[in-house]
């Protein structure tokens, strides 16, 4: 009899794998009445750069009007939501595949405290939003004078008649 070593890391792999492949079949599965179109979830790709002034935040938002979009910002969280269209046209003969996602998205990110709402810009060019966060600015601490001895003015004049 060959003793086989039991690995639990690989296991827990087998267990996530499995896990994602359920998860995949079921987002990804044909939806009854949709024509066996499948159904995904359309998140939009996001970028987020800091420059030396502002986070600069771009969405991909390819085939959503302007219209479509909405961007809040509430608490330090900035939401942007909206909805890109199905167009399908209907076709009696022959097989097509619609590889294109479509339905309501809706990305949260939260930003560093301080951040003016008033002064936050958004573009939309070519679909791609563009939205601009001015950092905050930073606290500087107050600076404190320390006197010894007495009052400032009592140490000026103590200096001079030295």
Known sequence: MALIRWEPVRE??????????LFNTYFDSPTPGNGG???????????LVETAQDFVLR???????????????????????????????????????????????????TLPEGVDP????A???KGVLEVRIPKPEEKKPHRVAISIG??????????SAS
Do not use: C
């Open 12 to 21: 827990m792999n087998t267990i996530q794998s499995e896990m994602n492949r």
């Open 37 to 47: 179109s499948t159904l995904r979830r359309w998140i939009p790709a996001m970028d």
């Open 59 to 109: 969405a991909d938002l390819p085939g959503v009007a302007e219209d479509d979009v909405k961007i809040e910002l509430e608490d330090r969280v900035l939401t942007i939501a909206g909805e890109r269209k199905a167009e399908h046209e209907e076709r009696k003969e022959g097989y097509y595949r619609v590889e294109r996602s479509s339905g309501s998205f809706n990305r949260t990110l």
């Open 118 to 121: 008033a002064a936050v810009k």
């Open 123 to 125: 573009s939309f060019d």
């Open 150 to 159: 007495g009052s400032p003015e009592a140490i000026e004049g103590s200096s």
